[in-house]
Structure formats: C-alpha cells, structure tokens
Nanobody, 126 residues
Framework: VQLQASGGGLVQAGGSLRLSCAASGFTLDYYSFGWYRQAPGKEREGVSWITSSGSTTYYDDSVKGRFTISRDNAKNTVYLQMDSLRPEDTAVYYC????????????????????WGRGTQVTVSS
C-alpha cells in the first residue's frame, strides 16, 4: 500500500499548482482523503478533505476559495488544485487516506489516518 504525492514546486505568488496523490495497493472507493501541510517550525495542519464518493469537500479557512480538492476513483488519484498561491502557503504537502467503509464522512484528526504519502514541497515566492 502506497500513497505518492507529486506536483509540488516553486511558483510565484498568485500562481497555481496542482498536486496529485496516487494510490497503489488498494482502491479508493471506501477511503476519505485529506491534504495536510507542514511549514518549517510549525505543526502539521489540515488543508482540505473529501469524502469517499467525492460528493462533499471541506476546506480550512486559510485556503477556502483558492484551493479545490477532487478525486478520480477510476484513476486511484486525489488532487489538490491550488490557485492564487501566497508565500504563507509554502510548506511540505501530504496526502492521507482513511478507511471509512460506506460512510460519507471525513476525518480531520491526523492520527486517525491509515495511510500517509511522502510529502511534496511547495514553495511560493513573493
């Protein structure tokens, strides 16, 4: 079982990036997902969450209106489209998967997640 996050990079303020989280070894149908980030010297924080079907999404206030989470279960991939990036968005971004069965829920507690991907660095220059 593996999650692989990719798509990070260096971008100027106001720019966009699209992160991908590719899953292997399991199917996404019964998993909700979350994107988290950790900036240097700071604790890991939640950014966005999506239910197993993709029908409901949630965002931290800091990214609401700028970031969009989505998923393609057929491709076993979850995405985070990041627009209007700001220097304060600079961090290592992680994706995480939680087995929720048939429940249309998300989990915000990082410790509750079953799988984590390796992070991808996002750097936004001013």
């Amino acid at each position: 079982v593996q999650l692989q996050a990719s798509g990070g990079g260096l971008v100027q303020a106001g720019g966009s990036l699209r992160l991908s989280c590719a899953a292997s070894g399991f199917t996404l149908d019964y998993y909700s997902f979350g994107w988290y980030r950790q900036a240097p010297g700071k604790e890991r924080e939640g950014v966005s969450w999506i239910t197993s079907s993709g029908s409901t999404t949630y965002y931290d206030d800091s990214v609401k209106g700028r970031f969009t989470i989505s998923r393609d279960n057929a491709k076993n991939t979850v995405y985070l489209q990041m627009d209007s990036l700001r220097p304060e968005d600079t961090a290592v971004y992680y994706c995480a998967a939680k087995d929720v069965g048939l429940h249309s829920i998300v989990v915000r507690t990082p410790q509750a997640y079953d799988y984590w991907g390796r992070g991808t660095q996002v750097t936004v220059s001013s």
